[in-house]
Nanobody, 122 residues
Framework: QVQLSESGGGLVQAGGSLRLSCAVSGRTFARYPMGWFRQAPGKEREFVAAITSNGGTTYYADAMKGRFTISRDNAKNTVYLQMNSLEPEDTAVYYC???????????????WGQGTQVTVSS
């Protein structure tokens, strides 16, 4: 069983930064591509970023390119999302997800965390 736990969310002013972490249980973390998604109130969950199992390739939604950075530390079983230049439109619950493939679609991920709230004030 793989369990994911996000942390690092909070309240930040527009233009600020946050770093989200997602700790993953189990010894198979390094095998899993990882993704970050977010869901704003009244909206569908949407893709934010993804990273291959070895961290060699990353993917971003267009709105996040240049502002967000996904990374992982396989020795620590953790994936990160560095978010800079935050905007009120980034307010959402952020979820991390684990493989089995690097993808932008929710259905391509098997395991999900419980989410962490990010609120950006104007």
């Amino acid at each position: 069983q793989v369990q994911l736990s996000e942390s690092g969310g909070g309240l930040v002013q527009a233009g600020g930064s946050l770093r989200l972490s997602c700790a993953v249980s189990g010894r198979t973390f390094a095998r899993y591509p990882m993704g970050w998604f977010r869901q704003a109130p009244g909206k569908e969950r949407e893709f934010v970023a993804a990273i291959t199992s070895n961290g060699g390739t990353t993917y971003y939604a267009d709105a996040m390119k240049g502002r967000f950075t996904i990374s992982r530390d396989n020795a620590k079983n953790t994936v990160y999302l560095q978010m800079n230049s935050l905007e009120p439109e980034d307010t959402a619950v952020y979820y991390c997800a684990a493989g089995p493939k690097t993808a932008v679609k929710l259905l391509d991920y098997t395991y999900w965390g419980q989410g962490t709230q990010v609120t950006v004030s104007s």
